[in-house]
């Protein structure tokens, strides 16, 4: 019972942080579809992942499955867009953001998840760090073409009536 409260606790607590974004529609708008491309490049290492019997999560396959749609769609995507709004586009800050948070997820955070049952990750710590960091950079590359491809304009105020 406990690690389907913690899931369903990440979820509600990550989607309720998106209150505290300054300018919500436009920051959610604008990062919204780098979150989308990364939350499929993930999709895709679960995937690999529970073919290779890497990742482990008590309960079967409905269990896995409610898991990575909570935890993609809830904590990542909603970090994805915090990440990408704190470092304003800033390489430097954006790596050093994801470093840390991923040092962080790579480390303590799955061992917690292990202790507690929620899931298990049979890869090294240092290993899924180094894929979840170079997941960020291909993340940054992504947002850097998107905004060349579909450059952001400024949204028009509709005169008053």
Partial sequence: MLPVAIRILFF???????IL???????????????????M??????????????WKVRGGQKNMTHTAFLLLFGPYLVMNIWVFYLSKG??????????VGDLIYAFPVLALFKKLDVFKIK??????????????LLNYCFQKVFEKIYPQQ???CLPEE
């Fill in 12 to 18: 509600l607590a990550s989607w309720v942080s998106v």
């Fill in 21 to 39: 974004l300054p300018n919500k529609k436009k920051v959610f708008v604008k990062y919204l579809p780098v979150s989308l491309f990364s939350a």
């Fill in 123 to 136: 890869v090294k710590s240092s290993y899924f760090f180094l894929l979840i960091f170079a997941d960020a």
């Fill in 154 to 156: 400024e949204t028009k």
């Fill in 90 to 99: 800033r390489f430097l800050l954006y790596a050093l953001i994801n470093f």
């Fill in 41 to 54: 490049t993930v999709m895709c290492e679960i995937f690999y992942f529970t073919t290779k019997k890497l």
